[in-house]
């Protein structure tokens, strides 16, 4: 892909070594006493990267909210591109883009008149408009619907825009907002590749939520995961993988015979084994060698008469260092601690 936009506040950024974001005991209580986000900190350097990763409900969407200005923190504070969020709101508006999880498009518009519209609200100049909407078009392949109302663009079409309106007046910090949520596989991909590009080319530094493990492994060059309003683990993918320090052996259980405290029982007699986990209809156990620890497993569950269904041997996942600090498999946590309203959908 041909990108051709110089991001001169990014450039800026990382020649004065400033800190792209900063937050200090960031916290927002929802009424009558809800910690939506519940004093996290962060310090993210410019260039970066950096993956939100949490199920719905985390804390995701409210730590956006405050970061971009479009929600006051209760507590503590935070800064983006060396700006206070609170004291220097109109200022970090404008060195910022944002692409928050609902799309805010007119479909009425064509692609084009909507990225002329944005870049004339963020006062581009008027001569270069034009020349800027054609190149945005070109970072996000949809030069050739750009004349065709938004209304007619799919929902990978319409997040391809919205993120090249977040572009319009060259930030160089971005926050993406669950940016492939409901997206088919190839629209999601070519997301990440454009985020990827504009990070590798420009220098752009992203603060991107998501709640798909996958993503946050392929794109972020660090990661903090969010449970129940609190940063319960950050670093790079592979130092938070490497952290988890043994194979995954997961035992799926026959429904019908489910019985993990005589499993778990059956299980912590094996010498050698120790962390061992109750998920589901399954059964976790951690260990340095899960070859070596199948056989020893399938058969002391047999002599317990407890019915195995399957055995899986995987190596450690993002899903495996969420599992380990909260007790629980992101998929499957469906808290729903952000109220809609005054911050947005839950997220």
Known sequence: MNVTLICSAAADIIGSMISAIVARGLRRVFP??????????????????????????????????????????????????????????????ARVGVALQDASLDLIMTGR???????????????????????????????????????????????????????????GIIFLDEPTTGLDPISRDAIWRYVEDLNRSEGVTFFLTTQYLEEADRLAHEVAIMDRG????????????????ADVV????????????????????????????VVGDSVVVYTKDGSAAISPIVLALDESSVVVEEVTLARPTLDDVFLRKTGHHMESHDANLEPAGEGGAAS
Do not use: C, W
């Not at 909210?65 to 929600?71: E, F, I, K, P, S």
């Not at 609190?230 to 320090?245: C, T």
């Not at 026959?254 to 010498?271: M, W």
């Open 32 to 93: 009558p006493d809800l910690a939506a986000v519940d004093g996290i900190d962060l310090d993210i350097e410019p260039g970066r990267i950096f993956g939100f990763l949490g199920a719905n409900g985390s804390g995701k969407t409210t730590t956006v909210r405050m970061l971009t200005t479009l929600l006051r923190p209760t507590e503590g504070s935070a800064t983006v591109d060396g700006l206070d969020v609170e004291k220097d709101a109109s200022k970090v508006r």
């Open 113 to 171: 008149e909507m990225l002329a519209l944005q870049a004339r609200l963020y006062r581009v100049p008027r001569g270069e408009i034009a020349q800027r909407v054609i190149d945005l078009l070109r970072i996000v392949d949809l030069e050739e619907s750009a004349d065709r109302r938004v209304g007619t663009y799919s929902g990978g079409m319409q997040r391809r825009l919205d993120l090249a309106a977040a572009l319009v007046h060259r930030p």
């Open 230 to 245: 609190r940063i319960v683990a950050q670093g790079a993918p592979a130092d938070l993988k490497a952290s988890v320090g």
């Open 250 to 277: 997961t035992v799926r259980l026959e429904d019908q015979d489910f019985q993990p405290e005589r499993a778990v029982a059956a299980l912590k007699a094996i010498d050698g084994l120790s962390d061992i986990r």
